[in-house]
């Protein structure tokens, strides 16, 4: 390996052509990138040791400057109706420009694993201008030991140049930013914008292309175990409660955001963990707010007062503010990131019209159904625009992440949970009483108290009675929680009303759909709401 300032002339890049007359820092540890940011300008150090840092006009993902290589074993299994494509040739003239781009840059190299599995792990070697993106995907994927070090040999490449300007003429590029992924290389190039984040999920895209091949599930989830090796999943949008709902500390958390169901159970994708910080308090979110206190975290986009403390209050960079930490500085994570098959799916969604229930059981094919709609929705005052609740539909729940039909994903999902038997509940956080606006935000407690009763599996012991728009059963009654609140339509003061926002809803999820009624079987159609006469 190499010292700090000094050149590799063995560093491993040269195996995809990558040469460069700068110096190569392969595999440094967090002391020494550390080093090397601030030497570089790149980054600052809280007054905790945290190092924080800037991520310019890009403080998120740029999905619509993100492209596919369209070639013949691509063409036949790439959902390219959600995928943009270039050609073989355009990514050629850009990997050459890369290459050229770097032949005088200073680089940093790591090897890392996605997937905790040892049988359906992808080594990646990441290849960054900056230090600071080489400290930020050491602490996101998993980090090999020594020995695994000395035999790895990489099967997917990843060069983040953020100096790089894309040329849509030249490269079939939208802007100067891209990020193009050549799915049978296993190659991605991303240029033009400095947010870490799009080097994560690259490896994320990666599998989800990857891994339905051999039969294994990759999931845009959270995922956590209980003591009885229990374990469930967690889908859901941001903004519903995926993070904070499986960080319970009387269970293991296996991973955060991305996790993979294959025939030994389900394991993480990533060793690390990428949290969102906007008003984070440790009195809400304790744990994660002792990882921005620790060195080796990573923060981005976070404001620092005077002191060099942040003020996680502050969003005038981005309400997009992050943290990036190894997984193993939370107290309960999993030290393996495995676990045994899942006996809960929980599928979650923020209802902002006030219509669904707290918690509904799904019978599989209602659970592909509502995993192929993928919903949730905005509320007013979140984006510009948006003025009273919009219902979003994201396939999968993560879309952007699919180069695959959703089909597929739904299609392996049913058949892992009749399998292995798993319960699968559909959760909402969202409003009750009324709409959003009139109603109040669905009470955190109650949330914890069904989730704690699905888990521990008294809740499908109990009464159940059939939501009249949705079909799925609903409890009628569960120790601790309001009986009151399990039906959404008691709460409302305005009863017709409520039933013109179901239909609205129900509405809402036939037009979505429609795209992908060709693709799904009889029973998943059965599964969908329906409209019903408004009641008196």
């Not at 100067?176 to 992924?181: F, G, K, M, S």
């Not at 709902?245 to 996790?259: F, K, M, N, Q, V």
């Not at 707290?358 to 510009?384: D, N």
């Amino acid at each position: 390996m190499s010292e700090v300032g000094k050149r590799n002339p063995a560093c491993p890049i040269d195996r995809i052509g990558l040469k460069t007359t700068g110096m190569v820092r392969y595999n440094f540890g967090a002391a020494a990138l550390y080093e090397e940011a601030i030497r570089r300008g790149e980054a600052r150090l809280t007054a905790h040791g945290a190092l924080v840092a800037e991520t310019g006009q890009h403080t998120g993902r740029s999905p619509k400057d993100k492209f596919v290589v369209r070639d013949a074993a691509t063409e036949p299994h790439v959902w390219w109706d959600n995928n943009k494509a270039i050609s073989p040739a355009q990514f050629e003239t850009l990997f050459a420009d890369f290459l050229g781009h770097a032949a005088d840059k200073d680089l940093y190299v790591q090897d890392l694993v996605g997937g905790a599995d040892a049988e359906l792990k992808l080594p990646t070697r990441v290849i960054t201008e900056f230090a600071w993106h080489s400290l930020f995907i050491r602490n996101l994927l998993i980090r090999p030991d020594k020995a695994e070090l000395e035999q790895f040999v990489p099967e997917m490449t990843i060069i983040d140049l953020p100096s790089f300007r894309a040329d849509p003429a030249r490269h079939g590029s939208r802007t100067e930013t891209v990020i193009a992924v050549d799915l049978s290389r296993k190659i991605v190039l991303i240029g033009g914008t400095s947010y870490a984040g799009e080097m994560k999920k690259s490896v994320f895209t990666m599998l989800n292309y990857l891994l339905p091949q051999k039969g294994v599930m990759p999931m845009h989830c959270s995922a956590n175990e209980g003591p009885a090796g229990d374990a469930a999943v967690f889908f859901g949008l941001s903004g519903t409660g995926k993070t904070t709902l499986s960080a319970d500390p009387s269970r293991t958390l296996i991973g955060d955001d991305e996790h993979g169901w294959g025939p030994h159970g389900i394991f993480n994708f990533e060793g690390g963990c990428y949290a969102k910080t906007i008003k984070l308090s440790a009195e809400a979110e304790p744990e994660i707010f002792a990882t921005t206190q620790r060195f080796g975290t990573v923060l981005e986009n976070v404001v620092l007062d005077a002191d060099g403390v942040p003020d996680f209050n502050d969003g005038r960079l981005t309400e997009n503010t992050r943290c990036a930490y190894p997984l193993d500085f939370i107290p309960n994570a999993s030290k393996t990131g495995r676990a045994s098959h899942p006996k809960n799916i929980i599928m979650l969604t923020a209802d902002a019209f006030g219509v669904m229930p707290p918690i509904a059981r799904l019978t599989p094919a209602q659970a592909m159904y509502h995993f192929l709609s993928g919903y949730t929705a905005k509320v007013a005052g979140t984006e510009k625009g948006v003025t009273e609740p919009e219902a979003t539909f994201s396939t999968c729940f993560g879309a952007p992440f699919m180069p695959r039909h959703p089909s597929e994903y739904g299609n392996l999902l049913r058949e892992l949970i009749a399998s292995h038997g798993a319960d699968c509940w559909l959760v909402n956080t969202g409003w009750t009483g009324g709409a959003y606006g009139t109603g109040k935000r669905m009470p955190i407690k109650a949330t914890r108290a069904l989730l704690a009763a699905a888990l521990d599996g008294s809740l499908k012991t109990g009464e159940f009675r059939t939501d009249a728009n949705f079909g799925f059963k609903v409890p009628v009654a569960v120790p601790g929680v309001d009986t009151a609140i399990l039906d959404p339509r008691s709460t409302w003061a305005d009863k017709p009303a409520y039933d013109r926002q179901a239909a609205r809803l129900v509405g809402m999820f036939a037009v979505n759909f429609e795209k992908f009624e060709p693709h799904v079987d009889a029973t998943v159609m059965g599964a969908a709401p329906r409209m019903q006469e408004a009641a008196e």
